[in-house]
């Protein structure tokens, strides 16, 4: 009897994988019979059972252990109860851990591809594989009977086969009511685990890191496994032991489920009073941000279903919205409409339910907390029984105001925005006035739609009246006059707010400047790239309504002077903070924590998470260092800060004023420093090119941002693919051997390696590592070469410094003077295997590659065999090839 093994480890594969015996029917000691890469430890090594107790694990075990340390290099413990016969099973134990050694040290690692499995010898007959092939039912059906309500809902429903998708050798059922949309649930065959796991997609790598659900258990597919169904990632863990898999003949939902019924016809609640409280909290349903009057929105609806809003009395703003989101299955709370869990203030699981009052008695927070509500409470009385005007306007300066927009699908959205540098420098607030695009989305030009021209444009002023105009940054035209001058024309048109989108840098704000001779009495601020792109396409694409407000943080405007905008830039060579570097947008006064404001980066989709500054007040201590501003991912969660600001006890009114002086935990990090002003970004870029038509082309070549001067981390600069490429260490035996050196690398998610270039063993100097244009040979690619996936060496790979197309640049135009003949020989007279490259070469101006001329030998020229010097630009080298390629690499 055999058993085989192999992980995730290098270290583990390079002296222990591989084969082993049992020296005996009956005892749970496995001995080896081929491990490692060279079986050096062949007669030191078992695996054996025996009792374990580290820091993190305790209990009877699965050990490899050598024999000539007794230590043990990998183990699995038993769970709960165990037979005997588990003794003799180490192959249904899953949950391994392996000696990782990394930067010089061995420590433990849970190992995810660890897997140990029944395996026969190369010479032995005792153990037969099946070769029955696996029947793969075409459609699934995956529900509760019982139809309990469950966090887990949404993966509930018909599973089709997908026979053109494997993974870890078996094909994979997606849930078909989602294929298409951005939260899609996979069932895909786990071979180290030897378990059904719920994917939300199908994994590109070996290994599972993230997963919702599971059945443990050794089965060909899905609806044979009897074991309890386990899943994982929302509210709470939940077991189901009931729940059906069954075959069945249709694809259709209500076949295999009970479906809601909608009726639109039917009378809706068009208004109720609300108390929600928090059974955890103080037990005071009217402090509940959540509490109060909800109205039917009789102009909306969302995924076919009726939606109501809960709005401030005073100001009529909209403060939440209730929804249906079909995708989850849930009834959702929150400030805007989205269909991210993550994101959601509250959810109900009653999602049978055409209305959530009656049995939505139960919602749930995204920070942990069970919430009641009452639809039957009385609200306490108000101040005055008068509703407030529903457009209050104040004066408000112009660096302590935000914009919001809204629409059917973009409700109540802070945009990160900047004032201008000239006038007005306070204007009142205006609350949902009707967006236009300048000009209407015509291409601009100097002889049409010319923002410093108005006789060149097409729209008349009842376009424009009343309107809030949004308009693309173009330097050719500030050439021409300044941005404060398309903001008076498009005064003078009506407009009573100009939004301008930054046409670089996708995230990056900054005010602009205006002219002495000028004043207008709009407000006018700078938006972002992305911002303008995704209200462009609304428009465009959707034809949806925008209304935007510039409004006021402090109401009256009688404050401390909060700065609007605050600066953190991670000053570290390799960037080693850039998660936390860029711009904090300060929020409106609605999301106050310890009556103080609170800052907002936004995150990249699967990059850089959302963050935040705000005041942290830690009540459980005593002293000034109580307080403290900190920076995470979210300020309603004290576990997610990764910084503060340490001032030795000083207090100071907002964290622009804390400059470098941001601790993570105990240790300084002088190179984090903040102020309130926008960033100023470097209009530095690196352009890169890899093989043409590849997969890893279409992902990755592009124009990457450097962060800041003398940082060595680019950014690309798409909003669809976030990577960058800094510097960092990479090991990779099975490339590079066993050396450890730096390179320059390709990140993906922060996490993934997608492309690396070794600079070296030492820490590259700051000249070498600010330059990865010099790195130019040898650049490793992970992804399809041919029909094959792995690592391969890209010889069309180029990085070099390059403009952006919307930054006036200067470039250097000199011509390169060709001599007309050149000589090669060798002075020495030595003889060589390349002689037949000596003699003269010859200029042909007819003929190009990479951008240059070509020289051939003309000793050979129209020979079978001929010479030529071309300039390689992906290596920065002259080279002698026997043709002009076709191709660039």
């Given at each position: 009897?055999?058993?085989?093994?192999?992980?995730?480890?290098?270290?583990?594969?390079?002296?222990?994988?591989?084969?082993?015996?049992?020296?005996?029917?009956?005892?749970?000691?496995?001995?080896?019979?081929?491990?490692?890469?060279?079986?050096?430890?062949?007669?030191?090594?078992?695996?054996?059972?025996?009792?374990?107790?580290?820091?993190?694990?305790?209990?009877?075990?699965?050990?490899?252990?050598?024999?000539?340390?007794?230590?043990?290099?990998?183990?699995?413990?038993?769970?709960?109860?165990?037979?005997?016969?588990?003794?003799?099973?180490?192959?249904?134990?899953?949950?391994?851990?392996?000696?990782?050694?990394?930067?010089?040290?061995?420590?433990?690692?849970?190992?995810?591809?660890?897997?140990?499995?029944?395996?026969?010898?190369?010479?032995?007959?005792?153990?037969?594989?099946?070769?029955?092939?696996?029947?793969?039912?075409?459609?699934?059906?995956?529900?509760?009977?019982?139809?309990?309500?469950?966090?887990?809902?949404?993966?509930?429903?018909?599973?089709?086969?997908?026979?053109?998708?494997?993974?870890?050798?078996?094909?994979?059922?997606?849930?078909?009511?989602?294929?298409?949309?951005?939260?899609?649930?996979?069932?895909?065959?786990?071979?180290?685990?030897?378990?059904?796991?719920?994917?939300?997609?199908?994994?590109?790598?070996?290994?599972?890191?993230?997963?919702?659900?599971?059945?443990?258990?050794?089965?060909?597919?899905?609806?044979?496994?009897?074991?309890?169904?386990?899943?994982?990632?929302?509210?709470?863990?939940?077991?189901?032991?009931?729940?059906?898999?069954?075959?069945?003949?249709?694809?259709?939902?209500?076949?295999?489920?009970?479906?809601?019924?909608?009726?639109?016809?039917?009378?809706?609640?068009?208004?109720?009073?609300?108390?929600?409280?928090?059974?955890?909290?103080?037990?005071?349903?009217?402090?509940?941000?959540?509490?109060?009057?909800?109205?039917?929105?009789?102009?909306?609806?969302?995924?076919?279903?009726?939606?109501?809003?809960?709005?401030?009395?005073?100001?009529?703003?909209?403060?939440?919205?209730?929804?249906?989101?079909?995708?989850?299955?849930?009834?959702?709370?929150?400030?805007?409409?989205?269909?991210?869990?993550?994101?959601?203030?509250?959810?109900?699981?009653?999602?049978?339910?055409?209305?959530?009052?009656?049995?939505?008695?139960?919602?749930?927070?995204?920070?942990?907390?069970?919430?009641?509500?009452?639809?039957?409470?009385?609200?306490?009385?108000?101040?005055?029984?008068?509703?407030?005007?529903?457009?209050?306007?104040?004066?408000?300066?112009?660096?302590?105001?935000?914009?919001?927009?809204?629409?059917n699908v973009l409700l109540q959205q802070t945009l990160i925005s900047a004032a201008m540098n000239f006038p007005p420098y306070a204007s009142e607030t205006f609350y949902a006035a009707p967006m236009v695009l300048f000009e209407n989305a015509r291409t601009m030009s100097w002889n049409s739609s010319n923002p410093c021209d108005p006789s060149t444009w097409h729209e008349s002023a009842s376009?424009?009246?009343?309107?809030?105009?949004?308009?693309?940054?173009?330097?050719?035209?500030?050439?021409?006059?300044?941005?404060?001058?398309?903001?008076?024309?498009?005064?003078?048109?009506?407009a009573v707010g100009v939004l301008i989108a930054n046409n670089a840098n996708l995230d990056h704000v900054y005010s602009l400047s205006g002219s002495d001779h000028l004043y207008t009495t709009i407000p006018a601020r700078m938006i972002t790239q992305r911002?303008?792109?995704?209200?462009?396409?609304?428009?465009?694409?959707?034809?949806?309504?925008?209304?935007?407000?510039?409004?006021?943080?402090?109401?009256?405007?009688?404050?401390?002077?909060?700065?609007?905008?605050?600066?953190?830039?991670?000053?570290?060579?390799?960037?080693?903070?850039?998660?936390?570097?860029?711009?904090?947008?300060?929020?409106?006064?609605?999301?106050?924590?310890?009556?103080?404001?609170?800052?907002?980066?936004?995150?990249?989709?699967?990059?850089?998470?959302?963050?935040?500054?705000?005041?942290?007040?830690?009540?459980?201590?005593?002293?000034?260092?109580?307080?403290?501003?900190?920076?995470?991912?979210?300020?309603?969660?004290?576990?997610?800060?990764?910084?503060?600001?340490?001032?030795?006890?000083?207090?100071?009114?907002?964290?622009?004023?804390?400059?470098?002086?941001?601790?993570?935990?105990?240790?300084?990090?002088?190179?984090?420093?903040?102020?309130?002003?926008?960033?100023?970004?470097?209009?530095?870029?690196?352009?890169?090119?890899?093989?043409?038509?590849?997969?890893?082309?279409?992902?990755?070549?592009?124009?990457?941002?450097?962060?800041?001067?003398?940082?060595?981390?680019?950014?690309?600069?798409?909003?669809?693919?976030?990577?960058?490429?800094?510097?960092?260490?990479?090991?990779?035996?099975?490339?590079?051997?066993?050396?450890?050196?730096?390179?320059?690398?390709?990140?993906?998610?922060?996490?993934?390696?997608?492309?690396?270039?070794?600079?070296?063993?030492?820490?590259?100097?700051?000249?070498?590592?600010?330059?990865?244009?010099?790195?130019?040979?040898?650049?490793?690619?992970?992804?399809?070469?041919?029909?094959?996936?792995?690592?391969?060496?890209?010889?069309?790979?180029?990085?070099?410094?390059?403009?952006?197309?919307?930054?006036?640049?200067?470039?250097?135009?000199?011509?390169?003077?060709?001599?007309?003949?050149?000589?090669?020989?060798?002075?020495?007279?030595?003889?060589?295997?390349?002689?037949?490259?000596?003699?003269?070469?010859?200029?042909?101006?007819?003929?190009?590659?990479?951008?240059?001329?070509?020289?051939?030998?003309?000793?050979?020229?129209?020979?079978?065999?001929?010479?030529?010097?071309?300039?390689?630009?992906?290596?920065?080298?002259?080279?002698?090839?026997?043709?002009?390629?076709?191709?660039?690499?």
């Open positions: 009897n055999y058993v085989c093994a192999h992980s995730n480890s290098q270290y583990f594969n390079a002296f222990f994988a591989g084969r082993y015996r049992q020296i005996h029917v009956g005892v749970p000691v496995w001995i080896p019979d081929q491990i490692g890469d060279t079986n050096r430890l062949l007669n030191s090594t078992v695996l054996e059972v025996q009792d374990i107790d580290v820091s993190f694990a305790s209990g009877t075990a699965f050990v490899f252990r050598y024999t000539g340390d007794s230590q043990m290099y990998a183990f699995c413990v038993l769970d709960g109860a165990y037979s005997t016969s588990d003794l003799l099973r180490p192959y249904d134990c899953t949950n391994w851990y392996s000696a990782t050694y990394f930067d010089g040290e061995l420590f433990w690692a849970q190992d995810p591809i660890m897997d140990v499995d029944a395996c026969a010898h190369p010479n032995g007959t005792a153990y037969v594989v099946s070769s029955t092939p696996t029947y793969y039912p075409d459609t699934l059906c995956f529900m509760d009977p019982t139809y309990t309500a469950s966090h887990y809902q949404a993966y509930y429903g018909v599973y089709v086969l997908d026979n053109s998708t494997q993974y870890d050798g078996r094909f994979v059922y997606r849930n078909q009511r989602l294929i298409g949309t951005t939260d899609e649930w996979t069932l895909v065959w786990y071979e180290e685990k030897d378990a059904w796991y719920f994917h939300d997609d199908v994994p590109t790598v070996t290994y599972l890191s993230w997963y919702g659900g599971l059945c443990q258990q050794d089965v060909a597919t899905p609806d044979l496994c009897t074991a309890c169904w386990q899943f994982f990632n929302a509210f709470e863990d939940e077991t189901h032991c009931a729940l059906d898999v069954n075959a069945i003949d249709s694809q259709n939902e209500a076949d295999c489920m009970r479906q809601p019924v909608v009726d639109s016809a039917a009378a809706r609640t068009t208004e109720i009073t609300l108390c929600f409280e928090d059974a955890t909290a103080t037990n005071d349903a009217f402090a509940s941000a959540f509490t109060g009057k909800w109205v039917l929105d009789t102009l909306s609806t969302y995924r076919g279903r009726s939606m109501w809003t809960h709005s401030d009395p005073q100001t009529g703003k909209v403060l939440h919205y209730m929804y249906y989101d079909d995708v989850w299955r849930y009834w959702v709370i929150d400030d805007r409409v989205t269909t991210v869990p993550e994101l959601y203030d509250l959810y109900c699981l009653q999602w049978y339910d055409e209305e959530p009052f009656a049995s939505c008695t139960q919602w749930y927070s995204r920070h942990g907390q069970v919430v009641t509500m009452d639809n039957q409470c009385t609200l306490a009385p108000t101040v005055s029984p008068t509703a407030a005007p529903t457009t209050l306007t104040y004066e408000c300066d112009e660096h302590n105001k935000f914009v919001s927009v809204e629409s376009y424009y009246a009343d309107k809030v105009v949004l308009i693309t940054h173009d330097t050719q035209f500030e050439l021409q006059c300044t941005p404060q001058m398309w903001v008076y024309w498009l005064e003078w048109f009506g911002a303008g792109w995704d209200l462009d396409t609304l428009v465009t694409m959707y034809n949806e309504t925008i209304s935007v407000s510039f409004e006021c943080f402090d109401g009256d405007n009688v404050t401390v002077a909060y700065p609007s905008i605050i600066c953190l830039v991670d000053t570290s060579p390799f960037g080693e903070h850039v998660y936390l570097d860029g711009e904090y947008q300060r929020l409106s006064s609605a999301y106050e924590i310890n009556q103080k404001p609170v800052w907002w980066k936004q995150g990249h989709e699967g990059l850089f998470r959302n963050m935040y500054m705000w005041l942290h007040v830690d009540r459980s201590v005593s002293g000034d260092n109580g307080w403290r501003w900190v920076i995470g991912t979210d300020y309603n969660d004290e576990e997610s800060i990764f910084a503060h600001c340490n001032l030795d006890g000083a207090h100071v009114s907002d964290p622009a004023l804390c400059g470098n002086n941001w601790y993570y935990g105990d240790e300084s990090k002088p190179e984090i420093v903040v102020s309130d002003d926008t960033c100023a970004l470097l209009d530095e870029y690196v352009c890169l090119e890899s093989w043409p038509g590849a997969w890893f082309e279409f992902w990755f070549d592009g124009r990457y941002r450097q962060v800041h001067n003398g940082t060595a981390l680019w950014l690309l600069e798409n909003s669809q693919v976030d990577a960058y490429v800094t510097v960092g260490r990479v090991y990779y035996p099975q490339i590079l051997g066993s050396v450890y050196p730096y390179a320059f690398v390709l990140m993906l998610n922060q996490t993934q390696n997608w492309a690396f270039c070794v600079i070296g063993d030492e820490i590259p100097s700051n000249e070498a590592a600010l330059s990865p244009w010099d790195c130019n040979e040898n650049w490793w690619v992970l992804g399809y070469a041919g029909s094959s996936y792995g690592w391969y060496q890209d010889i069309a790979f180029d990085i070099d410094p390059c403009p952006h197309p919307n930054v006036s640049t200067v470039e250097e135009t000199a011509a390169i003077s060709y001599p007309e003949q050149l000589c090669m020989n060798d002075p020495s007279g030595a003889y060589s295997h390349y002689q037949s490259y000596y003699g003269v070469y010859v200029l042909d101006t007819n003929m190009t590659f990479d951008n240059r001329y070509v020289y051939y030998n003309q000793r050979l020229q129209h020979s079978h065999q001929e010479w030529f010097m071309l300039y390689y630009d992906e290596r920065d080298a002259w080279v002698m090839h026997e043709m002009v390629p076709q191709f660039t690499a």
